[in-house]
């Protein structure tokens, strides 16, 4: 005897809701993958804005370390001096690199162009899931009522 149409209904059912799950809300899934994809993206833009404005800087500093003109009027420029004024300038000891990590969370926190936020992919799952088994049960109770209606019809 082969399968009726109730069992090939709910197997195709399950398939597509398998399918759907591991497309969608797998770990390689199109949320996770638009997650990470958003989130690469603003951290390169970070990354560019931060070595363009790292190159100013050198070039800045470069220029400030062996012209004295430019130094001079670098300082008359923010501490409003004088024209006879002198400038001294000390050597600085070179700074201790302290190697803090900066955390991607905190990036994209800073970020001024956010969209909404994306909920977890658990919350996601655990949502899914629920509604797939409330869907096969019901198709189950329906389809399960319809077949005990006509065992007693016939």
């Known amino acids: 005897m082969g399968m009726n149409l109730a069992n090939k209904l ?3 059912l399950l398939f597509l809701s398998g399918m759907f799950y591991f497309t969608v809300l797998g770990e390689s ?3 996770v993958r638009s997650t990470l994809e958003t989130s690469l993206s603003s951290l390169r833009l970070d990354v ?3 070595e ?10 470069k220029l400030l370390r062996d012209d004295r003109v430019a130094l001079e009027k670098e300082a008359r420029k923010y501490y409003l001096l004088s024209e006879n004024a002198q400038i ?12 803090r990590p900066v955390l991607a969370s905190r990036l994209i926190a800073l970020r001024a162009d956010r969209d909404m936020p994306v909920p977890p992919i658990q ?9 797939v ?3 096969f049960i019901g198709v189950f109770r ?12 016939a």
């Open 52 to 61: 363009y404005e790292n190159r100013q800087l050198e070039e800045r500093q």
């Open 142 to 153: 329906k389809l399960r009522r319809k077949k005990l209606e006509e065992r007693t019809a």
């Open 133 to 135: 088994a409330f869907v």
């Open 10 to 12: 709910f197997l195709l």
């Open 123 to 131: 919350l996601l799952r655990f949502f899914y899931v629920s509604f």
């Open 88 to 99: 001294i300038k000390f050597r600085e000891p070179e700074p201790k690199a302290e190697n």
């Open 29 to 31: 899934g199109l949320v």
């Open 48 to 50: 560019e804005r931060l």
